[in-house]
Protein backbone atom coordinates (compact mmCIF):
# COMPACT_ATOMS: atom_id res chain seq x y z
CA UNK A 1 0.00 0.00 0.00
CA UNK A 2 1.52 3.70 -1.46
CA UNK A 3 2.13 6.17 1.84
CA UNK A 4 -0.42 8.74 1.03
CA UNK A 5 -2.30 11.33 2.17
CA UNK A 6 -5.37 10.13 3.92
CA UNK A 7 -8.80 11.98 3.56
CA UNK A 8 -8.46 14.99 5.63
CA UNK A 9 -5.36 16.25 4.26
CA UNK A 10 -7.76 17.94 1.68
CA UNK A 11 -9.08 20.43 4.29
CA UNK A 12 -5.47 20.95 5.22
CA UNK A 13 -6.01 23.34 2.43
CA UNK A 14 -9.65 24.86 3.45
CA UNK A 15 -9.18 24.58 7.44
CA UNK A 16 -5.31 25.51 8.73
CA UNK A 17 -4.98 27.88 5.51
CA UNK A 18 -8.14 29.68 6.37
CA UNK A 19 -7.21 33.08 6.82
CA UNK A 20 -3.97 32.83 5.90
CA UNK A 21 -3.81 32.02 2.22
CA UNK A 22 -3.36 35.00 -0.22
CA UNK A 23 -5.74 34.29 -3.02
CA UNK A 24 -8.86 32.16 -3.64
CA UNK A 25 -7.42 31.38 -7.12
CA UNK A 26 -4.01 30.20 -5.27
CA UNK A 27 -6.39 28.17 -2.71
CA UNK A 28 -8.41 26.48 -5.39
CA UNK A 29 -4.91 25.25 -7.56
CA UNK A 30 -3.62 23.90 -4.69
CA UNK A 31 -7.03 21.94 -3.35
CA UNK A 32 -6.49 20.78 -6.75
CA UNK A 33 -2.49 20.18 -6.30
CA UNK A 34 -3.79 18.28 -3.24
CA UNK A 35 -5.89 16.49 -4.95
CA UNK A 36 -3.92 14.78 -6.75
CA UNK A 37 -1.65 13.84 -4.25
CA UNK A 38 -3.85 12.31 -2.64
CA UNK A 39 -3.35 9.16 -4.79
CA UNK A 40 0.54 9.13 -4.69
CA UNK A 41 3.43 7.56 -2.41
CA UNK A 42 5.67 9.37 0.31
CA UNK A 43 8.04 10.65 -2.04
CA UNK A 44 5.87 12.71 -4.36
CA UNK A 45 3.71 13.92 -1.00
CA UNK A 46 7.18 14.85 0.24
CA UNK A 47 8.32 16.81 -2.96
CA UNK A 48 4.89 18.29 -3.71
CA UNK A 49 2.80 18.84 -0.59
CA UNK A 50 2.64 22.73 0.18
CA UNK A 51 5.18 23.19 -2.56
CA UNK A 52 3.03 25.12 -5.07
CA UNK A 53 5.15 26.89 -7.17
CA UNK A 54 5.25 30.19 -6.20
CA UNK A 55 2.31 32.70 -7.48
CA UNK A 56 3.78 35.85 -8.01
CA UNK A 57 7.28 34.32 -9.68
CA UNK A 58 6.68 30.74 -10.93
CA UNK A 59 9.60 30.10 -8.41
CA UNK A 60 9.82 25.88 -7.91
CA UNK A 61 11.52 26.25 -4.83
CA UNK A 62 9.46 28.40 -2.07
CA UNK A 63 10.93 31.45 -1.89
CA UNK A 64 11.98 32.71 1.26
CA UNK A 65 9.64 35.48 2.83
CA UNK A 66 12.37 37.33 4.60
CA UNK A 67 10.13 40.02 5.72
CA UNK A 68 8.49 40.79 9.61
CA UNK A 69 5.14 42.77 8.09
CA UNK A 70 3.18 42.88 4.87
CA UNK A 71 1.47 45.65 3.48
CA UNK A 72 -2.43 46.38 3.69
CA UNK A 73 -4.34 47.65 0.91
CA UNK A 74 -6.89 49.45 2.80
CA UNK A 75 -7.89 49.00 6.84
CA UNK A 76 -8.67 45.59 7.37
CA UNK A 77 -7.36 44.35 3.69
CA UNK A 78 -4.81 42.16 3.83
CA UNK A 79 -3.63 38.95 1.29
CA UNK A 80 -3.89 36.61 4.51
CA UNK A 81 -0.85 37.77 6.09
CA UNK A 82 -0.47 40.39 8.57
CA UNK A 83 2.67 39.86 11.17
CA UNK A 84 5.70 37.61 10.48
CA UNK A 85 5.03 35.82 13.82
CA UNK A 86 1.60 34.73 13.33
CA UNK A 87 2.33 33.50 10.02
CA UNK A 88 4.93 33.47 6.75
CA UNK A 89 4.14 31.94 3.46
CA UNK A 90 7.54 30.05 3.82
CA UNK A 91 6.96 28.76 6.66
CA UNK A 92 3.13 27.80 5.74
CA UNK A 93 4.51 25.62 2.85
CA UNK A 94 6.58 23.85 6.10
CA UNK A 95 3.76 23.47 7.69
CA UNK A 96 1.48 21.98 5.07
CA UNK A 97 3.91 20.04 4.12
CA UNK A 98 5.03 17.90 7.34
CA UNK A 99 1.34 17.67 8.21
CA UNK A 100 1.12 15.78 4.91
CA UNK A 101 3.86 13.44 6.02
CA UNK A 102 2.45 12.71 9.02
CA UNK A 103 -1.24 11.61 7.62
CA UNK A 104 -2.09 15.17 9.62
CA UNK A 105 -4.84 17.82 8.61
CA UNK A 106 -2.80 20.65 10.97
CA UNK A 107 1.35 21.13 11.27
CA UNK A 108 2.83 24.18 13.24
CA UNK A 109 6.73 24.13 13.29
CA UNK A 110 8.49 26.17 15.51
CA UNK A 111 12.02 27.31 16.39
CA UNK A 112 13.24 23.74 18.06
CA UNK A 113 12.29 20.24 19.02
CA UNK A 114 11.87 21.57 22.66
CA UNK A 115 9.81 24.76 21.73
CA UNK A 116 7.12 22.09 19.81
CA UNK A 117 7.20 20.16 22.76
CA UNK A 118 7.02 23.12 25.22
CA UNK A 119 3.90 24.20 23.11
CA UNK A 120 2.24 21.00 22.85
CA UNK A 121 2.45 20.75 26.84
CA UNK A 122 0.30 24.03 26.71
CA UNK A 123 -2.97 21.92 26.50
CA UNK A 124 -2.46 20.80 29.75
CA UNK A 125 -3.08 22.86 33.22
CA UNK A 126 -1.84 23.18 36.28
CA UNK A 127 -3.55 20.03 38.24
CA UNK A 128 -3.39 18.07 35.53
CA UNK A 129 -1.44 14.61 35.50
CA UNK A 130 0.43 13.75 32.37
CA UNK A 131 2.57 10.19 32.30
CA UNK A 132 5.67 10.06 30.39
CA UNK A 133 8.30 7.35 28.72
CA UNK A 134 11.08 7.36 31.08
CA UNK A 135 13.25 7.42 28.99
CA UNK A 136 12.87 10.08 26.96
CA UNK A 137 15.59 12.43 25.22
CA UNK A 138 17.43 14.23 28.43
CA UNK A 139 16.17 17.76 27.55
CA UNK A 140 12.41 16.72 27.56
CA UNK A 141 12.53 15.49 30.62
CA UNK A 142 14.56 18.81 32.19
CA UNK A 143 11.71 20.68 30.51
CA UNK A 144 8.65 18.55 32.39
CA UNK A 145 10.52 17.61 35.54
CA UNK A 146 12.76 21.03 36.03
CA UNK A 147 10.53 23.34 34.55
CA UNK A 148 6.75 22.84 33.71
CA UNK A 149 6.39 21.11 37.53
CA UNK A 150 7.00 24.52 38.80
CA UNK A 151 3.61 25.25 37.12
CA UNK A 152 1.36 22.83 38.71
CA UNK A 153 1.40 19.95 35.95
CA UNK A 154 1.82 16.30 37.65
CA UNK A 155 4.15 14.07 35.88
CA UNK A 156 4.94 10.20 36.48
CA UNK A 157 7.39 8.76 34.09
CA UNK A 158 6.47 5.42 33.52
CA UNK A 159 8.40 2.35 31.53
CA UNK A 160 5.24 2.94 28.60
CA UNK A 161 6.79 -0.17 26.57
CA UNK A 162 4.57 -2.08 29.16
CA UNK A 163 0.83 -0.72 28.75
CA UNK A 164 0.06 -2.34 32.37
CA UNK A 165 2.36 0.25 33.44
CA UNK A 166 0.63 3.33 31.58
CA UNK A 167 -3.07 1.80 32.55
CA UNK A 168 -2.15 1.43 36.51
CA UNK A 169 -0.86 5.10 35.76
CA UNK A 170 -3.88 6.59 34.76
CA UNK A 171 -5.81 9.08 37.44
CA UNK A 172 -8.35 11.25 37.34
CA UNK A 173 -6.77 13.75 36.30
CA UNK A 174 -4.40 12.03 33.70
CA UNK A 175 -4.89 14.79 30.23
CA UNK A 176 -1.88 13.47 28.33
CA UNK A 177 0.34 10.17 28.08
CA UNK A 178 4.11 11.32 26.20
CA UNK A 179 5.94 8.83 24.60
CA UNK A 180 9.17 8.59 22.63
CA UNK A 181 9.97 5.29 20.46
CA UNK A 182 11.97 4.11 20.01
CA UNK A 183 13.51 6.04 23.16
CA UNK A 184 17.04 7.80 23.03
CA UNK A 185 19.28 5.89 23.50
CA UNK A 186 18.39 2.62 24.74
CA UNK A 187 15.87 2.45 21.64
CA UNK A 188 12.80 0.79 24.06
CA UNK A 189 9.68 0.39 21.85
CA UNK A 190 6.40 1.71 22.59
CA UNK A 191 3.08 -0.18 21.28
CA UNK A 192 1.56 2.93 19.90
CA UNK A 193 -1.85 1.42 19.31
CA UNK A 194 -1.81 -0.44 22.40
CA UNK A 195 -1.31 2.97 24.60
CA UNK A 196 -3.82 5.13 22.66
CA UNK A 197 -6.33 2.78 23.12
CA UNK A 198 -5.91 2.61 26.84
CA UNK A 199 -5.44 6.54 27.38
CA UNK A 200 -8.46 7.29 24.82
CA UNK A 201 -10.43 5.13 27.47
CA UNK A 202 -9.29 7.38 29.85
CA UNK A 203 -9.71 10.75 28.07
CA UNK A 204 -6.19 11.68 28.13
CA UNK A 205 -3.92 12.71 24.61
CA UNK A 206 -1.65 10.61 23.48
CA UNK A 207 1.48 12.56 22.34
CA UNK A 208 4.37 10.66 19.98
CA UNK A 209 7.83 12.22 19.94
CA UNK A 210 8.32 10.69 16.47
CA UNK A 211 12.06 12.13 16.28
CA UNK A 212 13.49 8.73 15.80
CA UNK A 213 11.88 7.46 13.12
CA UNK A 214 10.44 10.44 10.73
CA UNK A 215 7.00 10.14 9.10
CA UNK A 216 9.02 7.75 6.90
CA UNK A 217 9.22 4.89 8.88
CA UNK A 218 6.42 5.47 11.45
CA UNK A 219 3.53 7.44 10.67
CA UNK A 220 1.81 7.55 15.31
CA UNK A 221 -1.14 8.91 13.90
CA UNK A 222 -2.18 6.06 12.01
CA UNK A 223 -2.05 3.78 15.54
CA UNK A 224 -4.05 6.57 17.32
CA UNK A 225 -1.89 8.83 18.42
CA UNK A 226 -3.38 12.38 18.50
CA UNK A 227 -0.29 14.38 18.45
CA UNK A 228 3.20 13.94 16.86
CA UNK A 229 6.19 15.96 17.62
CA UNK A 230 8.88 16.12 15.95
CA UNK A 231 13.00 17.84 16.71
CA UNK A 232 13.03 18.93 12.91
CA UNK A 233 16.59 19.38 13.28
CA UNK A 234 16.76 15.99 12.88
CA UNK A 235 15.90 13.71 9.67
CA UNK A 236 13.41 16.02 8.37
CA UNK A 237 15.98 18.78 7.83
CA UNK A 238 19.15 15.58 7.90
CA UNK A 239 21.62 18.46 7.09
CA UNK A 240 22.50 19.66 10.55
CA UNK A 241 22.62 23.12 9.51
CA UNK A 242 19.52 24.35 11.54
CA UNK A 243 17.48 23.57 14.77
CA UNK A 244 13.41 23.67 14.42
CA UNK A 245 10.74 21.93 15.87
CA UNK A 246 6.88 20.75 15.11
CA UNK A 247 4.16 19.63 16.04
CA UNK A 248 1.14 17.92 13.70
CA UNK A 249 -2.36 16.74 14.64
CA UNK A 250 -5.93 16.12 13.62
CA UNK A 251 -8.21 18.20 16.27
CA UNK A 252 -9.32 21.33 15.28
CA UNK A 253 -9.59 22.64 18.82
CA UNK A 254 -5.96 21.15 19.55
CA UNK A 255 -4.37 22.81 16.41
CA UNK A 256 -6.38 25.97 17.47
CA UNK A 257 -4.70 25.96 20.71
CA UNK A 258 -1.10 24.93 19.73
CA UNK A 259 -1.53 28.19 16.33
CA UNK A 260 -2.48 30.55 19.20
CA UNK A 261 -0.04 29.02 21.27
CA UNK A 262 2.66 29.67 18.75
CA UNK A 263 1.15 33.21 18.50
CA UNK A 264 1.49 34.28 21.99
CA UNK A 265 4.56 33.10 23.21
CA UNK A 266 5.99 33.57 19.33
CA UNK A 267 8.62 30.45 19.39
CA UNK A 268 8.65 29.88 15.69
CA UNK A 269 10.78 28.73 13.26
CA UNK A 270 12.51 31.47 10.86
CA UNK A 271 11.75 31.81 7.21
CA UNK A 272 15.05 30.62 6.12
CA UNK A 273 15.20 27.79 8.31
CA UNK A 274 11.57 26.95 7.35
CA UNK A 275 13.23 26.81 3.88
CA UNK A 276 16.01 24.39 5.48
CA UNK A 277 13.51 21.79 6.45
CA UNK A 278 11.82 21.93 3.19
CA UNK A 279 14.77 21.41 1.36
CA UNK A 280 15.33 18.69 3.68
CA UNK A 281 11.88 16.74 3.17
CA UNK A 282 11.89 16.66 -0.12
CA UNK A 283 14.81 14.06 0.01
CA UNK A 284 14.05 12.48 3.08
CA UNK A 285 12.22 9.04 1.08
CA UNK A 286 15.79 8.70 -0.25
CA UNK A 287 17.85 9.50 2.96
CA UNK A 288 16.00 7.43 4.98
CA UNK A 289 15.83 4.31 2.67
CA UNK A 290 20.21 4.37 3.04
CA UNK A 291 19.70 5.43 6.82
CA UNK A 292 18.08 1.81 7.75
CA UNK A 293 20.18 0.19 5.19
CA UNK A 294 23.53 1.47 6.66
CA UNK A 295 22.25 1.18 10.15
CA UNK A 296 21.46 -2.49 10.09
CA UNK A 297 24.45 -3.45 8.54
CA UNK A 298 25.98 -1.21 11.40
CA UNK A 299 24.02 -3.01 13.75
CA UNK A 300 25.08 -6.79 12.15
CA UNK A 301 28.83 -5.71 12.57
CA UNK A 302 28.94 -4.60 16.28
CA UNK A 303 26.50 -7.38 17.11
CA UNK A 304 29.55 -9.50 16.10
CA UNK A 305 32.31 -7.81 17.61
CA UNK A 306 33.91 -8.89 20.56
CA UNK A 307 34.65 -5.79 22.04
CA UNK A 308 30.88 -4.79 22.25
CA UNK A 309 29.07 -5.87 25.31
CA UNK A 310 25.46 -5.12 23.93
CA UNK A 311 23.94 -3.37 21.33
CA UNK A 312 20.85 -1.69 21.46
CA UNK A 313 18.95 -1.84 17.96
CA UNK A 314 14.77 -2.75 17.65
CA UNK A 315 16.00 -4.48 14.04
CA UNK A 316 18.26 -7.04 15.97
CA UNK A 317 16.64 -10.24 16.37
CA UNK A 318 17.97 -10.02 19.84
CA UNK A 319 16.01 -6.94 20.72
CA UNK A 320 12.88 -7.80 23.04
CA UNK A 321 10.27 -5.59 21.19
CA UNK A 322 12.03 -7.06 17.76
CA UNK A 323 8.54 -8.46 16.46
CA UNK A 324 6.57 -5.21 17.72
CA UNK A 325 9.16 -2.90 15.54
CA UNK A 326 8.66 -4.47 12.50
CA UNK A 327 4.68 -3.96 12.78
CA UNK A 328 4.38 -0.64 13.62
CA UNK A 329 7.61 0.57 11.83
CA UNK A 330 8.72 0.49 7.77
CA UNK A 331 12.26 0.38 9.13
CA UNK A 332 14.62 0.31 11.73
CA UNK A 333 16.71 3.69 11.29
CA UNK A 334 19.94 4.19 11.99
CA UNK A 335 20.11 4.79 15.15
CA UNK A 336 22.27 2.54 16.92
CA UNK A 337 23.82 2.13 20.77
CA UNK A 338 26.26 0.02 21.74
CA UNK A 339 28.26 -0.44 25.68
CA UNK A 340 31.91 -1.15 25.29
CA UNK A 341 31.63 -1.67 29.43
CA UNK A 342 33.60 0.99 30.55
CA UNK A 343 34.34 4.91 30.43
CA UNK A 344 37.46 4.24 29.17
CA UNK A 345 36.54 2.35 26.53
CA UNK A 346 34.03 4.32 25.30
CA UNK A 347 36.21 7.23 25.45
CA UNK A 348 38.77 5.48 23.16
CA UNK A 349 36.31 4.45 20.99
CA UNK A 350 35.16 8.08 20.56
CA UNK A 351 38.19 10.06 20.63
CA UNK A 352 39.56 6.87 17.85
CA UNK A 353 37.06 8.02 14.99
CA UNK A 354 38.24 9.38 12.36
CA UNK A 355 35.20 9.39 9.08
CA UNK A 356 32.41 9.48 12.17
CA UNK A 357 32.20 12.92 13.97
CA UNK A 358 32.08 13.09 17.94
CA UNK A 359 29.27 15.63 18.00
CA UNK A 360 25.94 15.90 20.17
CA UNK A 361 22.68 15.28 17.85
CA UNK A 362 21.66 12.74 15.18
CA UNK A 363 19.71 12.37 11.99
CA UNK A 364 22.06 14.04 9.68
CA UNK A 365 23.95 12.80 6.01
CA UNK A 366 26.86 12.19 8.52
CA UNK A 367 27.50 9.49 10.74
CA UNK A 368 27.81 11.36 14.73
CA UNK A 369 29.02 9.46 17.05
CA UNK A 370 28.65 10.35 21.04
CA UNK A 371 28.65 9.84 24.76
CA UNK A 372 24.97 9.88 26.09
CA UNK A 373 25.57 9.75 29.84
CA UNK A 374 27.93 12.75 29.39
CA UNK A 375 26.45 14.38 26.82
CA UNK A 376 22.22 14.41 25.65
CA UNK A 377 21.80 12.45 28.82
CA UNK A 378 23.80 14.39 31.66
CA UNK A 379 20.67 16.07 33.17
CA UNK A 380 19.25 12.94 33.96
CA UNK A 381 19.81 11.77 37.33
CA UNK A 382 22.78 9.16 37.54
CA UNK A 383 20.46 6.67 39.26
CA UNK A 384 17.81 6.56 36.63
CA UNK A 385 20.55 6.59 33.75
CA UNK A 386 21.90 3.13 35.69
CA UNK A 387 18.70 2.08 35.87
CA UNK A 388 17.60 2.34 32.24
CA UNK A 389 21.17 1.81 30.81
CA UNK A 390 22.50 4.59 30.25
CA UNK A 391 26.16 3.40 31.51
CA UNK A 392 29.65 4.79 31.44
CA UNK A 393 29.98 2.48 28.31
CA UNK A 394 27.53 3.52 26.26
CA UNK A 395 28.26 4.70 23.09
CA UNK A 396 25.51 5.90 20.43
CA UNK A 397 25.91 6.33 16.73
CA UNK A 398 23.58 8.23 14.37
CA UNK A 399 24.34 6.16 10.93
CA UNK A 400 24.97 8.78 8.42
CA UNK A 401 24.59 8.19 4.22
CA UNK A 402 28.10 8.07 3.19
CA UNK A 403 29.39 4.94 1.91
CA UNK A 404 28.41 1.66 4.32
CA UNK A 405 31.74 0.08 4.12
CA UNK A 406 33.50 3.37 4.85
CA UNK A 407 31.61 3.56 8.18
CA UNK A 408 32.11 0.13 9.38
CA UNK A 409 35.91 0.22 8.52
CA UNK A 410 36.20 3.81 10.73
CA UNK A 411 34.03 1.71 13.67
CA UNK A 412 36.25 -1.26 13.49
CA UNK A 413 39.48 0.81 13.59
CA UNK A 414 38.16 2.56 16.59
CA UNK A 415 36.91 -0.40 18.17
CA UNK A 416 40.58 -2.08 17.53
CA UNK A 417 41.61 0.78 19.23
CA UNK A 418 39.88 -0.67 22.49
CA UNK A 419 41.94 -2.53 26.10
CA UNK A 420 45.30 -1.12 24.02
C1 LIG B 1 13.99 12.60 20.51
C2 LIG B 1 14.25 14.06 20.63
N1 LIG B 1 13.23 14.89 20.87
C3 LIG B 1 13.41 16.22 21.01
C4 LIG B 1 14.67 16.77 20.93
C5 LIG B 1 14.85 18.26 21.09
O1 LIG B 1 15.02 18.86 19.85
P1 LIG B 1 15.80 20.24 19.61
O2 LIG B 1 17.23 19.99 19.93
O3 LIG B 1 15.54 20.55 18.18
O4 LIG B 1 15.20 21.25 20.53
C6 LIG B 1 15.77 15.96 20.67
C7 LIG B 1 17.12 16.52 20.57
O5 LIG B 1 18.10 15.81 20.50
C8 LIG B 1 15.56 14.55 20.53
O6 LIG B 1 16.56 13.70 20.30
Given at each position: ?249 NNEDDANWIAFIQNSAGAILSPFDSWLVMRGTKTLALRMEQHDKSGRAVA ?121
Amino acid sequence: MPWCCPEPHLELTLKSCAGYYPILAFKSRALGFLNILYFMGFATTAIHAGQEPDSTSGAVSIPIYQTSTYAQDGLGKHKGFEYARTSNPTRLALERNLAALEGAQFGYAFASGMAAIDATLRLVRAGDHVIVSDNTYGGTNRLFKRVLANYGIEFEFVDTSDVTNVESAIKDNTRMVFVETPTNPVMIVTDLKAVSDVAHASGARVVCDNTFMSPYLQRPLEFGVDIVVHSTTKFLNGHSDGIGGAVVLNNEDDANWIAFIQNSAGAILSPFDSWLVMRGTKTLALRMEQHDKSGRAVAAFLEDHPKVLKIYYPGSKSHKQHDLAKRQQKGFGSMVSFDVGSLEAARTVLESVKLCTLAESLGGVETLVCHPATMTHASVAPEVRERLGITDGLVRISVGIEDTDDIIADIDQALSKVGK
